[in-house]
Each structure stands twice: as C-alpha cells, then as structure tokens.
C-alpha cells in the first residue's frame, strides 16, 4: 500500500481514524464467551459496524500474546478478515518489536509475511540494523516510534543531545528519515503532546504520522489536527477503549459504529479546514 | 528467583552460560520435521544435552512467533519441560517489549504469569511506566537494554547528552537504577563492546548483567569476563548459534552439549579468577 492509496481512502471516507483492536476479553459482552474465539467475533462485529468511518485498524499484539496460542489465532483470524473483506483498509501489528537484524527479519517474516499485517510499530533503541530488516519487505511499512503518549517518554525521548541540542526524538527522526521514504514509514507521535507536532512537521514535512492517545490517555483531537495534517493527510489518529469499550451490551457493536462516526464527522471539519477534501 | 538463588548456580554448575534457543525450522535436522512440534522435540534435545553446563535459557520469541500458533505453542511447551525438569535454571523471554502501561501489564501476564519465564527483556525507550508493570511481578526479572552487541547501537544508545555529557545509555542505566532493585533487574550489555563494561560496572556494581554477542557476532568470551564479573558472579553469557547449530546430524544435541561444556570449561577458569569459585 502506497502513501497515495492511503491519502485517497481518507479523502474517501472523509475520515483518519484507526480503530485499535486492544481486546481484552475481559471488558467484551459476556454473551461472547460461548464462542470458539470471542476476541476474533468481537473484533469482527466492531470492524463491520466501524468501517464506513475508519481508513485503518491497529492490533495491539499484547493483547492477543495474553491468550497464548489461542490469542495468537484469533489475531489472525482478525487480519485475514479484514484483507479479504476490506482490502482497501491499512492494518497495523502495533507490536514494538525490533532487534538485531537476524531476529528483526524473523519479526518482519511474522507480521509481514505470514500474517498480512501492512504496517509494524518499531521501537528505535537498537537503531538503523534493527529496524532495516523491516523496511526490506515490499509494499509494508514500519511506523517508528518518536513520542510517544505516556508519561515515561519523559524519561528518554525528551533528554537533550549534545549535539546540536536537539532531543533524543528529534535525534531518532532526523536519522531515520534517511532509512526510509514516504512510502515505507511513519512516525508514533503521542496525541497528549501536541507541543511536539510543529517539529515533528519540520523534520517530517509529508510523513504520515501514527497518533495515539485521543480518548482515554487525554489527547485532544482538535489540537493534534490542526498542527499535524497536510495537504494531503498525514494522519492517522487511534481511539481504541472509547470505540471499542463505548457498550457493555449485545448493541456494543452498533455503539461503536456510532462513536466512530462521531469521529470521523468531526474529523471532517478538519479535513476541510486543512483543505486535504 | 533471586539475586542469591542464580549465584548459587553458577556456583554450582561453574557456569555462567546462557543458551540461546534462537530455534529457527530452516536449520534443525530434518529428521525432525516429521514430529508434530520439531522445535520443541529439538529445543528438548539441546535442554538435556547442556544443562549440566548452562544456568540459564532464553528463547528469542521472535524464531517462535515467525511460526505463527505452532511456534507459542511451542515456546509454551519448552518453558514449561525446562521449568517442570529443571527448577534451578533461570528462563528468559527475550523478547523486548515495552508499551505504555496497561499494554506492558498485557505482556507481563503473557510471559511472566501465563508462561513461567523468570525474566523478560525490554527496551526503555518509552521510560519507566512501560517498564514498571513487569517490575510489579513478584520475584520475576526484566532485562533492560542498556548496550546492544549490533552496529545500530552506535546510532542512539552512543549518543551523548547534553545533562552530564554521559551517553543516552548511560542515562538509561543510572535513571533504572532506581526503578528495581538487585533481585529483579538486569541489563543487557553487548559481548561486542568490552569497552563500556567499565563503566557499567561503575553505574551497576553488584547487579547482573546478560550478554549477548558472544560467538557468531563477535564478542571475545575473555575480555567481558574479566571486565563483568564480580565476587558474586554477576554475568549471564549467552551463546546461541554457536552451540545450537554446532551440528546438523542426529548427533546434533551431544555435539551442541560437548560446545556448552567447552565453554563452561573456559568460563570456570575465569570464575576461578575472580575468586567467585
């Protein structure tokens, strides 16, 4: 999938939304535990009911690893259902993963080959040949982390280089730009920090960037728009609890199709402020 | 596990190797692929061969989840013969995760709880709350990233910061140090670079610390011995490619054993130097 595939389903659907599959299955309606796999028919209900409004989906791998193999399947499962039904829709494994090159390709081979996951988040630490392996597969994506939404990326990514006096996140942007192109990476820039959206866009001018952290880690929707879209998009901003957990009940799907497309009609408004429809 | 119960092993077994089961289905015997879990049935095989001279195990998950639920499953079942026939080694899930802080408690109940690793390894670049929910794990280990034994290290973890002119991972050491204590922290420290082992002594004096790197990368087993270890032992040396590839005929397990002991044999005389036997 190309930059240009992905600007065109937003202007599409008028939307940049990813709905992020963090499944628990202990926050899933009851009546689902009957079934064989309950987390892959939950994530099957809520993708049909929030698909006309969403450009992309984000499984957070933890959540699945947590059931084991059976975890591992209903991940699967979920990918596939989505590749077949909605070809058009960016799936991300929001797995963190990256390690020397040997095992970086095995994670590549996992996410990117066996399952047909689009996109992969990247932790940078290891740096370029950790990260490399997954920028060699055709047509996929990594999205690399810079900042990210919790507190602790105070810790770190805000730490002062020497060099040229610059933060470690702005140190990791501005070296993995030469890694890869527009076509092969984005950038995790937490939406509780919309102070950071205005360098993030200097150093990565048309580079899509993944925004978590609207909803229920506090970022603002608003703020993050207007300082993050381009002309041509370039966002794409996860809600996950306040979707997906909107409804304990057998409406929980229906909820949540009406809570994302409360989001995508304000994300409209800010689609054509910034002119991208 | 505590800090004491692994000395006492080393002390034991005069040892302070770790084996890496860094199993890839590409390079076991064949004859094996006729089992229903030939990972497993191998893993087995190299387990009895060089537990008499190994303290530790670590599966790198990325080798088990390239296999999809064929591969968890049988990492689950390695953890769970190595836990169930030999409770004195210590078992790591090398596996650098690190998200923020409900999705770190997801991959602490997958590994630390739901499988019976004793340690997982994890990358700080997202600060403290990522890692303190694998902390909150009574008497399990994290293995924090500190130096990597690849090139890429170079790239971030070698930079220098502006507060204190110390080298980000320098700052990601002195900053863990007080997030865990001696019983339920580690760091990693590439078998590459026994130029930083100083200096990681000097931050890190008493705590262990794992080291890759030795063998097919490149590290000299000598040079971070003398520079790591302590009166308490203090070092956890991985080998993986070197013993487990050693041989591909259905001699493979002894001959990768016959490796493990060369290696111990080399290690108790540095154990012996460093008067911890």
């Not at 599959?21 to 689902?32: G, Q, S």
């Given at each position: 999938m190309t930059h240009q595939d992905i600007t065109r389903q937003i202007i599409s659907k008028k939307s940049y939304l990813c709905v992020g599959?963090?499944?628990?299955?202990?926050?899933?309606?009851?009546?689902?535990l009957e079934k064989e796999y309950p987390v892959f028919e939950f994530n099957r209900a809520i993708i049909d009911a929030t698909v006309p409004f969403a450009v992309a989906y984000k499984l957070n791998t933890a959540f699945y690893e947590s059931l084991g193999a059976a975890g591992w399947i209903s991940m699967e499962m979920t990918v596939d259902y989505l590749k077949k039904n909605y070809p058009d829709v960016f799936v991300i494994a929001d797995a963190k993963r990256g390690d020397v090159g040997n095992t970086s390709r095995m994670y590549a081979l996992a996410f990117l080959k066996n399952m047909l996951f689009d996109a992969i988040t990247?932790?940078?630490?290891?740096?370029?040949?950790?990260?490399?392996?997954?920028?060699?597969?055709?047509?996929?994506?990594?999205?690399?982390l810079a900042v990210t939404s919790n507190k602790g990326a105070d810790d770190f990514q805000m730490s002062v280089q020497q060099e040229g006096s610059e933060h470690l996140w702005e140190r990791v942007v501005r070296?993995?730009?030469?890694?890869?192109?527009?076509?092969?990476?984005?950038?995790?820039?937490?939406?509780?920090?919309?102070?950071?959206?205005?360098?993030?866009?200097?150093?990565?001018?048309?580079?899509?960037?993944?925004?978590?952290?609207?909803?229920?880690?506090?970022?603002?929707?608003?703020?993050?728009?207007?300082?993050?879209?381009?002309?041509?998009?370039?966002?794409?901003?996860?809600?996950?609890?306040a979707i997906i957990y909107a409804d304990g009940t057998n409406r929980f799907a229906q909820v949540a199709g009406n809570m994302a497309r409360d989001i995508q009609k304000e994300m409209e408004v800010y689609l054509s402020q910034s002119r991208v429809i």
């Open positions: 599959l963090d499944t628990d299955i202990n926050k899933i309606p009851r009546f689902l990247v932790a940078p630490y290891m740096g370029e040949d950790s990260v490399s392996p997954f920028l060699s597969v055709e047509g996929k994506w990594i999205i690399l070296t993995a730009m030469n890694w890869g192109s527009l076509n092969n990476m984005m950038f995790v820039v937490g939406g509780t920090r919309p102070e950071v959206f205005g360098r993030m866009r200097k150093l990565a001018p048309e580079h899509f960037f993944l925004v978590p952290g609207i909803g229920a880690q506090g970022g603002d929707l608003k703020a993050v728009s207007s300082a993050g879209l381009t002309p041509k998009g370039g966002l794409l901003v996860n809600s996950s609890r």
